[in-house]
């Protein structure tokens, strides 16, 4: 079984000083119950601030919410892997459903994200998942097929194995409304399948997590699956209480 990993993706939310006092709360009351992973994603903005703020109190690593796929450059407004790395990221999400909604992100860019953050030693969680009108026209698992391998294509089996997968139905973010346990470890069942498809033992070895309105109410049944390795959580992560509930979950 892969080491539970928590996410906490705090989106476009608190500035620097907010970051420093959350980052205070968060080693007051969260306690990383041993062999969890547990990852913070601040804003850009913050991650200097969060990663000064760090006692080391608990192992908490850090992680962006995008990158750019160039090391430098003309590209105003973008940020690339090894100014990731100066600052201690460890981890950046990719793909996340808000950048392909609002950003016109496609598999291709996400793609080239994908393996330029392993160039830098930078570990990807690509986020994927099907809209609501997707999953009333059954095209689900087309859709999250998709995204999985052309998010990975041109990558080989060690590098397949570096990367983490979040299954997040779009329907399902910031809606108070998460997959049932049924729909979550359907998706999970076949990803995991395409993963050792894609990159046979390898394949075995990346972490599948869910993401979408995870609470302390449902993450106790969703965490308990087999085929759920930890959460990628959002509004959720951002109130040290809930944040700390969760990771609760994730290891008993
Ligand atoms: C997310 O932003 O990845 C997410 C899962 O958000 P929420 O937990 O608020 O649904």
Known sequence: MPTP???????????????????????????????????LAPPFTSLPAVRQALTGAQPFRLAAQDVHWEDRGAFTGEVAPPMLRDLGCDYVILGHSERRQH???????????????LRHQLLPILCLGETLE?????QTDEVVTRQLTRGLEGLGTTEVAKVTVAYEPVWAIGTGRAATL?????????????LA?????????????????VTPDNAGELLGSRVIHGALVGGACLKADSFAKIVATAGS
């Open 5 to 39: 990993l928590i996410v906490g993706n705090w989106k476009m939310n608190k500035t620097a000083s907010e970051a420093v006092a959350f980052v205070q709360e968060l080693e007051q009351q969260v306690r990383v119950p041993k062999g969890v992973e547990v990852v």
């Open 103 to 117: 950003f016109g992100e496609e598999d291709e860019h996400v793609n080239r994200k994908v393996s330029a953050a």
């Open 134 to 138: 997707q999953r009333e026209r059954n």
């Open 182 to 194: 049924t729909q979550a470890e359907e998706v999970h069942g076949l990803l995991q399948g395409l």
């Open 197 to 213: 498809k894609l990159a046979g033992e390898a394949g075995g070895h990346v972490r599948v997590l869910y993401g979408g309105s």
